[in-house]
């Protein structure tokens, strides 16, 4: 992490790196916000086979390493946003997502959109507050 102007940048290999001009998240003093996270494989940058559930799983898991990198966890998500390249996978996405929010889960929307980079099936972003172990 670096600090600019009261941010920290937060990069990790544990997650795909930024495909554009982008931060994969940016913390705060007591937040830590993401960028959308795709089914992507942190190691090939490609797209997970085997359709919305494994492109779900591993955009969580992406996810969850992000955070951990800032200090974070998805214990700490208040704020979710998921976005379906098919609404009709939302039953599916929502079966793996529960598996990682499994009680007291965060806020959250959902939209249908005409197309995510990648050609990817779901992309998902979110607020989480720092955890109050952290390292700073």
Do not use: H, W
Request: glycine share 8%; charged share 20%; net charge negative.
């Amino acid at each position: 992490m670096y600090t600019t102007e009261g941010k920290k940048i937060v990069s990790t290999d544990k997650a795909p790196k930024a495909i554009g001009p982008y931060s994969q998240a940016i913390r705060t003093e007591n937040l830590v916000f993401t960028a959308g996270q795709l089914g992507m494989d942190p190691a090939t940058m490609e797209l997970v086979p085997n359709g919305i559930e494994a492109q779900t799983r591993q955009a969580l898991n992406n996810l969850k390493n992000v955070l951990e990198s800032a200090d974070s966890g998805l214990n700490y998500v208040v704020k979710t946003t998921v976005f379906l390249q098919n609404m009709s996978d939302f039953s599916s996405m929502n079966g793996v997502y529960t598996e990682f929010f499994p009680e007291n889960p965060p806020a959250r929307s959902t939209i249908q959109v005409a197309a995510l980079p990648k050609g990817g099936l779901v992309e998902i972003e979110c607020i989480a507050l720092l955890s109050p172990q952290r390292g700073d």
